[in-house]
């Protein structure tokens, strides 16, 4: 009913929306090199929008070509006629994200001279991509607990980027760094929103 009123009278319908997405095998380390090259140009391009709707793109089409790992996935999100409200809906979920376990690369180490020459490859790879968008978009207000609704919400991203109407863009991932290891025990105890697939 609200919706229909704030509809009528003109008023522009914002959308927050957040996706885990968990890939698990021994061939999902390639998806960290796309993960960590986004993360390079998003850095780069200083909260350019145009940058980082076209990494968010490649990410999700990286996503799409790795379907066969998905493991299991959860979204969530809220709709608002308030910009600012949106906006601070936004802040928490891109905090919430930054401080789940693995996302953020340690940058204490300056030099690499001391690390191993091998590393252990992951066999776990968590993606959290949370953005904000104008209007509505089915395919992401509902449940992504099934591969085919969640293919549809990669795609629906993809589009939302093209038709210019995303307004705030953040990807977080872990491990946030080579070498580092996301056990499942892990996944559990950090990302219990996880619903398999």
């Not at 968008?133 to 589009?159: H, R």
């Amino acid at each position: 009913m609200r919706d229909s009123l704030n509809r009528m009278i003109g008023r522009t319908r914002y959308v927050v929306f957040r996706l885990f997405l968990h890939l698990g095998g021994g061939e999902v380390a390639p998806v960290l090199g796309v993960l960590n090259s986004g993360a390079r140009d998003a850095i780069d391009a200083d909260g350019d929008l145009e940058v980082l709707g076209q990494g968010l793109v490649e990410i999700c089409e990286t996503l799409l070509r790795y379907d066969e790992y998905w493991l299991s996935a959860s979204n969530q999100g809220d709709i608002f006629w308030d910009e600012g409200e949106a906006a601070d809906y936004v802040d928490q979920l891109f905090t919430d994200s930054a401080q789940r376990f693995l996302s953020q690369p340690d940058q204490s180490s300056a030099s690499g001279f001391d690390e191993p020459l091998s590393v252990p490859v992951t066999r776990n790879v968590i993606v959290m991509i949370t953005v904000a968008y104008e209007g509505e978009v089915p395919d992401l207000e509902t449940d992504l607990s099934n591969v085919q609704a969640l293919k549809e919400a990669l795609k629906a991203l993809i589009n939302l980027h093209y038709q210019r109407k995303l307004q705030e863009i953040y990807v977080h991932f872990a491990p946030a760094q080579l070498g580092d290891e996301l056990t499942s025990d892990q996944m559990l105890q950090h990302y219990p929103e996880l619903i398999p697939l």
